[in-house]
Every structure is written in C-alpha cells, then in structure tokens.
C-alpha cells in the first residue's frame, strides 16, 4: 500500500527537507504541498490523503486550529493521519499524549520519520484498534474514538490558548526577530505598526516582524477586547499604554510601554473611541 501524504508548512526549507526525506522512502508519495492553513484545509477533502505533515507554527490559522477546523468540516471519519511537525518542543508535551497524531521535532530526523509513518500504516491497517467500530472499514478511518476526539480537541484548545468566546485560534503570535521565530502571548504584545507593507511588532523585551499581509489579517488573530486599531497604521494593546499625551488642534498620542516609550497617533476618526475608553 502507497501511503499517500500531503505536507503543510509556511517554511519553504521544512517543505523541502521533509520532501527530501520521503522521497527515498518506497511506499510514500507526496501528492502536494501547501503553504498554509487555508490551504491545508482545500487540499485535504480534495486530494484525500493518508498522512499529513502539517506545521504547528504558521501565521494566520496554525496546526491547531487546522485540525480543529478539518474535524468541523467533516468529522472524525474522514480526518486522515496528522504528524505535527513543530521546532518547539514544548508542544509535544501534552498535545501528543493523546493516541490520535505523532509529532516530528524539526530539524527532522529519518529515523524518527519512519517510526511515525510505521504508526501511520499500522493504524490504517487497524481502524478498530484504538476505539473505532471493527466494522469499519474507511480507507481513512481513524484511530480515534468520539472520546477520543473530544479529548484532543479540549487539550487542543488548551495547547493554542483557544478562547471559544472570540473564535481566535491562538493566544500567540510569531514574531521574526532577526533568524528567530519566535512566539509571544498576544497580552505581551504592546502595538504593531506597518510601514510599506512590513508590519513591525514590539513588545516590552522583543522586537521584530510578522508574517501578516495587513493589519486586518493580524487583528484576525488578536483579541478584540483589548487590541484597538488607534490608526491605520498602529494597532495598540490597551493594557500597554502607559500615557495619553495631548497633542494640537484636540488629538492625542499614546506613550506605549515598550522600550522606546513609542509615541503613537490616534487618528482623529478614533479620538472619541479613546475617550470612551478612558473617559476622557
């Protein structure tokens, strides 16, 4: 039996390395890739693949909120057999200890690949061996009972910082400092600001970029009950403004709390939402 595996991830390179590596291996074949979640989530009902590899770390929808989405859609029978692929660790601890997907740490190793598609055959071989009806015979059943399913999306939830009121999918946000990805709790963030298309992200200890197109693609992820767009250019974290200075003809600035003390402009169309706020 030809595995058939599908790769999702936002890094060209990972794209590339994982491809590399299950080439050489007899009975895969990689029907595509994708960039994205978006993507993930048009390619999988389209091309119906066994295994996917998909990226824990991507802007706008992560893995996370992939899987979450893709049991939606079509449920627990037709989801195929998720590897997260992640380069922290940390989310390896608790997400993966439920018996449904295997996790690859990146950079990634061959031999640990082959051990996680060896648990992709067996459980394709075996839909009933970990709680699914024996008379199932779904060539992409999986292994997972609806108990089991439930428990992995609550500690899915919990892994992404998930907030059902809101519907966001993530508490963090990636943030390119330099050569580092890193991830930061969307309460640290203190503005972003986007100049000639590169929005720059500051917090009271990092600096750097994100992923994120526009402004409005970056609210998409942030909670609205605290991220305020005080102009068309700066979107501010409300519990990071450390002071509203006065400015001419009755506007205002915003002294942030990040390590320059940024001064931002509130526009004259958000003057009154800064007076509700803080009445003003």
Not at 110 to 124: G, H, K, N, S, T
Not at 262 to 279: D, N
Request: aromatic share 6%; with cysteine; glycine share 4%.
């Amino acid at each position: 039996m030809t595995l058939k595996a599908l790769i999702v991830d936002d890094e060209q390179l990972a794209r590339d390395e994982l491809q590399y590596l299950l080439s050489s291996i007899d009975d895969v074949e990689v029907v595509a890739q994708g960039k994205n979640g978006i993507e993930a989530i048009a390619l999988v009902p389209r091309l119906e693949p066994d295994v996917v590899f998909l990226d824990v770390q991507m802007p706008g929808l992560d893995g996370f909120a992939v899987l979450r989405k893709l049991l939606e859609k079509s449920g627990p029978e037709t989801l195929p057999q998720i590897i997260f692929a992640t380069a922290f660790d940390k989310y390896a601890v608790r997400a993966f200890e439920v018996n449904a997907v295997d996790y690859l740490l990146k950079p990634f190793d061959r031999a640990r690949l082959e051990q996680a598609l060896d648990r992709v055959r067996a459980r394709l071989q075996n839909p009933a061996q970990n709680g699914n009806d024996p008379a199932s015979s779904a060539p992409h059943a999986p292994a997972l009972s609806r108990q089991q399913v439930d428990s992995l999306i609550r500690l899915i939830e919990q892994q992404s910082g998930a907030a059902p009121a809101n519907g966001r999918s993530s508490s963090k946000i990636v943030v390119q400092a330099g050569t580092r990805m890193l991830l930061v709790d969307q309460k640290e963030l203190c503005f972003a600001a986007i100049e000639e298309g590169v929005i720059s992200i500051a917090t009271p200890t990092v600096e750097g970029q994100s992923k994120c197109r526009t402004l409005e693609e970056l609210l998409e992820l942030l909670d609205p009950q605290i991220f305020w767009r005080a102009h068309r250019s700066y979107v501010v974290n409300i519990n990071h403004i450390k002071e509203v200075v006065p400015w001419f003809k009755s506007s205002y600035q915003l002294r942030m709390n990040d390590r320059k003390n940024t001064e931002i402009p509130v526009s004259r169309a958000q003057t009154r939402r800064l007076r509700e706020l803080f009445k003003l």
